[in-house]
Structures are given as structure tokens and as C-alpha cells.
T-cell receptor, first 113, second 110 residues
């Protein structure tokens, strides 16, 4: 298996633009997590899904952020409109039934100018 | 290449005990170190973040220390409770890379 796949790996955009980050989890995994990492705050959980259903979105910073998982093999994290303070590395992780393990993707480094 | 080790792999204590979890890392050039709690079926919960310039951080019954020169961090949990039962992970961030330890599975018995 190729592991968790994220795209793009790098994204540079201007303030106010819409940004869509994509994630393909490991096949067969029931859980999918979105995290954001910054130097000041470390790694923070944004939202996670179980069997394509959002379970906990309490970490989503504000309404500008939304996440979807239309099927078991694809998820998106959208920021609209983007702001400079959204600049961070966004990680997607997936995990098998039981939720005791998480496998991280390589991350998307987002820069909002 | 950074390697992160957590000892012990599992720990079982009676309620009320104070306990220490250990994390060691091989490359001391870190940006920060973070302790997480993992519960089955949930995302990682951040407990404490220690920047490289800091020695310790405290939150409630938790205290984390960092000694970069020796490549060690400890998580101290005071007056443990059954609700503290979970897997505790430390993660080290350096040079655009984040490495997790394998975790310590903690069980606090009532």
C-alpha cells in the first residue's frame, strides 16, 4: 500500500482565495483524521471521521473551515476564504477499526500570503 | 534520522498514584516536543507542548519536562484517575519532520 496520500504537497495562495486540501486514506481504514501543525501550537486535531461520518469537529477553528468525506477513499479539507494565519502544515491520518493506530500522510504545507 | 523511544510500553497503577512516563530522542536539534493522549476510536488529544527554549509545561495534574541536551522528556501525572487510562504519545518536531514514539499504554485501576 502507498500509505496515506495527500495533495498538493505545497500550496501558496493569496488571502481570500479558496484552498482545498485532499487526502486518500489507506484502503480498508475506517478512521480519517485531519490535523494542523504550527510552530506555536504544535499538532492540533481539526476533525475526524469514522466510516465517512464526521464524529468530532470541535477542533475546526471557524466556519471558514469545512471537511467532507464523500466516500471511503477520499476526503477534503476546504478553507474559504483563506487568511495568512491559516498558514501551517496540514496532516491527514487514517486508522483501522479499533482506532488504536494512526498512519500519517506527508502533509500539505500551506502558505497564505 | 530522529528516533523517539517511550518507556515503559505499558503501565498499570492503582488510582491515586503519581506516575512518570518517559520519552527519549536521538537528535537534540528539535523545534518542540508534544505529548498526546490517544483513546481508541478518537483523534490525538494534545496535552502539552514544550518549545525547544522551554524546560517544562504544566496543565492541571500534568507536568512535562524537557532536557534537550540529554534527549529526554518526562510526563508526570499526579493523583492518577481511572479516566487517565489511555495511550500516551510523545512527538518530536524538527527540521520539517515529526516523529512519534510508540506510546505508553496506561491503565489506572479503581
Amino acid at each position: 500500500d502507498a500509505g496515506v496520500i495527500q495533495s498538493p504537497r505545497h500550496e501558496v495562495t493569496e488571502m481570500g482565495q479558496e484552498v482545498t486540501l485532499r487526502c486518500k486514506p489507506i484502503s480498508g481504514h475506517d478512521y480519517l483524521f485531519w490535523y494542523r501543525q504550527t510552530m506555536m501550537r504544535g499538532l492540533e486535531l481539526l476533525i475526524y471521521f469514522n466510516n465517512n461520518v464526521p464524529i468530532d469537529d470541535s477542533g475546526m477553528p471557524e466556519d471558514r473551515f469545512s471537511a467532507k468525506m464523500p466516500n471511503a477513499s477520499f476526503s477534503t479539507l476546504k478553507i474559504q476564504p483563506s487568511e495568512p494565519r491559516d498558514s501551517a502544515v496540514y496532516f491527514c491520518a487514517s486508522g483501522p477499526t479499533g482506532g488504536n493506530e494512526q498512519f500519517f500522510g506527508p502533509g500539505t504545507r500551506l502558505t497564505v500570503l | 534520522k530522529q528516533e523517539v523511544t517511550q518507556i515503559p510500553a505499558a503501565l498499570s497503577v492503582p488510582e491515586g498514584e503519581n506516575l512518570v512516563l518517559n520519552c527519549s530522542f536521538t537528535d537534540s536539534a528539535i523545534y518542540n516536543l508534544q505529548w498526546f493522549r490517544q483513546d481508541p476510536g478518537k483523534g490525538l488529544t494534545s496535552l502539552l507542548l514544550i518549545q525547544s527554549s522551554q524546560r517544562e509545561q504544566t496543565s492541571g495534574r500534568l507536568n512535562a519536562s524537557l532536557d534537550k541536551s540529554s534527549g529526554r522528556s518526562t510526563l508526570y501525572i499526579a493523583a492518577s484517575q481511572p479516566g487517565d487510562s489511555a495511550t500516551y504519545l510523545c512527538a518530536v518536531h524538527n527540521n520539517n519532520d515529526m516523529r512519534f514514539g510508540a506510546g505508553t499504554r496506561l491503565t489506572v485501576k479503581p
